[in-house]
Structure formats: C-alpha cells, structure tokens
C-alpha cells in the first residue's frame, strides 16, 4: 500500500517525534538541523520507525528544501 503524507518538519527540535494533527497532516520534530540533509535523513528514518517499513521504502516526493514535505511511504 503506498500513501502520500504531507509533514509539517520543525528541526532542531528537544526530541525527535512524528505525530498526526487533527486536520490530517503530520508533523515531525526533529533533533537535527537542516544543514547538508541531515533533517530529511532523521524525517525519513523516523516515518519508516513509526510504519515498521525500510528506509529505502520512504521517498520525500516534493519540499526537500522547506518545512512542508510530501512524503511517499511504501507499507506491506
């Protein structure tokens, strides 16, 4: 099954968490900063951590450089 998550991402976060907001959307707070990637390395870590997928099965489709991402998730 594959869905299409939009993700609010705050980086630089106290704790690293991924919860769902009442409207639908997601939001991701992340330890690391936005800086060479390393915030969108711990966003698709902690989408696949929360749907027991692989890594290689979440893909950030669209906002790799801004706060709002679309995010494809692959789930068996």
Known sequence: ???????KVKPRSQS?????????????????PPVEGRANRELIALVADHFRCRKADVEIKAGSSGRTKLVRVETT
């Open 1 to 7: 099954m594959t869905m299409i998550l939009q993700i």
């Open 16 to 32: 690293s968490s991924l919860t769902q907001e009442a409207d639908g959307s997601w939001l991701a707070r992340l330890k690391s």
